[in-house]
């Protein structure tokens, strides 16, 4: 089980700490029974099915869904992560993918929507999936290209292509971002929720990465949606992924979080276990300077990350500078803590099949997904600028 002595920090109520531990036992006991790393398809559906009868999925719905409370409850979302990236990073990625592929569903559905999409969900029996990315707009999601045309009254097709796509092959729904075109740029999105099997619909090709999971280039030719589908109002579709981005951001600085936390576990079995020079590994003063660096890095991660997700649950409208920073700071932390621990176990640290090892190519997409630590940076410059003009203006006035 992972180290949760942190559950005593101020941050946390009594149903947080419940639900973690509780989570933390179960994954202790039931998670490897899913995981096959050389299947990840087959263990990502059994993974949300087994979370999903588990009910720990109700964290990622609101309560008039079958969730735990009224409004995403953010600390939960995080200590979700934390705890199955200690686990096992294909844990975390099911758990995640569930609630970032219907978190804006249940930001900016309709009562209709939710109530079709949501409790499926929350049970494990529909796999979700954020299809933004495309080939010519990660980074600049205000540059997306693929197109959402009226088709008819009450339909619109979609044209274009979306790629990295997680769970991409075996969602049963992708939530899509579409230049709808009411104005130019980041004004002229919408988000559509979009059933896999919808005709128009193909998986273009498989990708495979240094971590697999599933992860997919998505091809929609004429692809008819209905446009009850459409999640908040025509042309708000950036502010739809923004604001479910600002929420999710967060989470994957605790699922680095979790990372970080085991390699810093297996660094001090290794350290206290390991013999050279006559002497414990853990006697020499740099493997203790490499595990204090470490730790101390780890706490300073956890209060960024568990900052951010506090503020957004006392009604914060926006936690889009506290989130960045958060996901920044955590996700190359971690980078940092899983390569000291690799280092620390030699060779060994290399060797395929190693949990260091896996650690170390788990961690690098982190620091590039949901926003590059380069985007993050832009977007914390931008938020205190902005706070800064908006201070002199109102001393003008
Ligand atoms: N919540 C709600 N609204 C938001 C928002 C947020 N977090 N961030 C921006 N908006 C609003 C802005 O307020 C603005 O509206 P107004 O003009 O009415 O104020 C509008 O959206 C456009 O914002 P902005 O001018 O900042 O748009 P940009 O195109 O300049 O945004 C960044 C640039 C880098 C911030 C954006 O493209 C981004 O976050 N990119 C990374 C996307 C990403 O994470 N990609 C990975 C794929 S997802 S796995």
């Known amino acids: 089980m992972p180290d949760l002595s942190h559950l005593d920090w101020p941050f946390f109520g009594e149903a947080q700490r419940r639900f973690a531990l509780d989570l933390a036992r179960w994954a202790d006991r039931e998670a490897a029974a899913h995981i096959d790393h050389s299947d990840v398809d087959r263990s990502c559906r059994a993974l949300v099915r087994a979370l999903g009868e588990a009910g720990w999925l109700k964290a990622v719905v609101p309560a008039a869904y079958g969730g735990l409370s009224d409004r995403l409850d953010v600390r939960t979302l995080c200590l979700a992560r934390e705890i199955l990236g200690w686990n096992d990073s294909l844990a975390d990625f099911a758990f995640a993918m569930q609630g970032l592929g219907s978190g804006s569903i249940s930001l900016f559905g309709s009562d209709e929507l939710k109530a079709k999409y949501l409790p499926m969900v929350r049970d494990g029996r529909q796999i ?4 933004l990315s495309e080939p010519e707009a990660g980074s600049d999601t205000a540059a997306l290209a693929t197109t959402a045309t009226r088709d008819g009254p009450a339909h619109v097709r979609l044209d274009g292509v979306k790629t990295w796509i997680s769970n991409g092959g075996i969602a049963d729904h992708y939530v899509v971002f579409a230049r709808s075109g009411e104005a130019p740029g980041a004004k002229g999105l919408s988000a559509f929720v979009v059933d896999a099997d919808a005709p ?23 692809c008819r949606v209905p446009v009850a589908n459409r999640l908040g109002a025509p042309g708000e579709g950036f502010k739809v992924a923004m604001a479910t981005l600002d929420i999710f ?10 990372l970080a936390r085991r390699a810093l576990d297996e660094a001090l079995d290794r350290a206290a276990t ?20 470490s730790a101390s890095e780890i706490d ?11 503020a957004k649950d006392q009604g914060a409208a926006r936690i889009t500078r506290e989130s960045s920073i958060a996901k920044m700071f955590a996700t190359e932390m971690a980078q940092r803590v899983i390569d000291r621990a690799v280092q620390l176990f030699g060779g060994h640290g290399v060797r395929v ?3 260091v090892e896996a650690l170390y190519r788990e961690i ?17 410059a931008r938020e205190m600028l902005k706070a800064r003009a908006t201070k002199r203006l109102q001393a003008a006035e």
């Open 249 to 258: 951001r967060s989470t994957v600085g605790a699922a680095a979080l979790g």
């Open 128 to 131: 979700a999936a954020f299809a």
């Open 274 to 293: 390991r013999r050279l020079f006559g002497a414990p590994l853990a006697d020499l003063q740099m493997t203790q300077a490499a595990l204090a660096d």
């Open 364 to 380: 690098r997409a982190l620091r590039i997904y949901e926003g590059a630590t380069e985007v993050q940076k832009v977007i914390i």
């Open 300 to 310: 300073a991660a956890a209060l960024l990350i568990y900052r951010a997700a506090w």
């Open 200 to 222: 128009g619909l193909s998986i273009a090709g498989r990708i495979e990465v240094i971590a697999p999971h599933p992860l997919a280039t998505l091809r929609f030719t004429g």
């Open 353 to 355: 099949g190693s949990k």
